[in-house]
Antibody, heavy 116, light 107 residues
Framework: QVHLVESGGGVVQPGGSLRLSCAAS????????MHWVRQTPGKGLEWVAF????????YQEGSVKGRFTISRDSSKNTLYLQLNDLRPEDTAVYYC?????????WGQGTLVTVSS | DLQMTQSPSTLSASVGDRVTITCRAS??????LAWYQQQAGKAPKLLIY???SLKSGVPSRFSGSGFGTEFTLTISSLQPDDFATYYC?????????FGQGTKLEIE
């Protein structure tokens, strides 16, 4: 069965960096696009970034362009999100999700807290 | 960007009730509308895709309808496990956007 496990979250100061990982199993990772979605505490869902199955196309939400970078390593069946220049408003649970093209499977999420 | 608007934001109901949640897109998204259920403290789960197709394993008391800009999610007879937050989402291309959510509470 499909399994997505995020890791890499934590507490970071404003302006700091983190790299999130999403380990995928149970499906052919290199045949599906992948997304990152975040959820701020007590609030709704916000799509953050997408990467095509072969990594050739990437999209980011406007407020993270130039700061967040999505990537993938098919040899490790792992999706990444590099978070730079973090701001307090980036505090959220970050989920990875498989694209088919609906978001049919989600990981359990990893919490990123940006605070001084 | 395309906006997704859900109503109501909160819905109070009882076990056995029939409830309907509405989602409106700011422009046509054809049939590319999904519904997700999120239990407190857990990740969202896909319920319905292409506006009306039930994901395998989802109980048949859940149904969806609509096309273009107006969509509904109906739960025919509420069960205790259905009290959660529901989100609609369009996937008719970048950028993907979600509705603000509807919290279904026990009355």
């Amino acid at each position: 069965q499909v399994h997505l496990v995020e890791s890499g979250g934590g507490v970071v100061q404003p302006g700091g960096s983190l790299r999130l990982s999403c380990a995928a199993s149970g499906f052919s990772f290199n045949t599906f696009g992948m997304h990152w979605v975040r959820q701020t505490p007590g609030k709704g869902l916000e799509w953050v970034a997408f990467i095509r199955k072969d990594g050739s196309i990437k999209y980011q939400e406007g407020s993270v362009k130039g700061r967040f970078t999505i990537s993938r390593d098919s040899s490790k069946n792992t999706l990444y999100l590099q978070l730079n220049d973090l701001r307090p408003e980036d505090t959220a649970v970050y989920y990875c999700a498989k694209d088919d093209p609906v978001f049919d499977y989600w990981g359990q999420g990893t919490l990123v807290t940006v605070s001084s | 960007d395309l906006q997704m608007t859900q109503s109501p934001s909160t819905l109070s109901a009882s076990v056995g009730d029939r409830v309907t949640i509405t989602c409106r897109a700011s422009q046509s998204i054809r049939k590319y509308l999904a519904w997700y259920q999120q239990q407190a403290g857990k990740a969202p789960k896909l319920l319905i895709y292409e506006a009306s197709s039930l994901k395998s394993g989802v109980p048949s008391r859940f149904s969806g309808s609509g096309f273009g800009t107006e969509f509904t999610l109906t739960i025919s007879s509420l069960q205790p496990d259905d009290f959660a937050t529901y989100y609609c989402q369009h996937y008719d291309g970048y950028p993907w956007t979600f509705g603000q959510g509807t919290k279904l509470e026990i009355e």
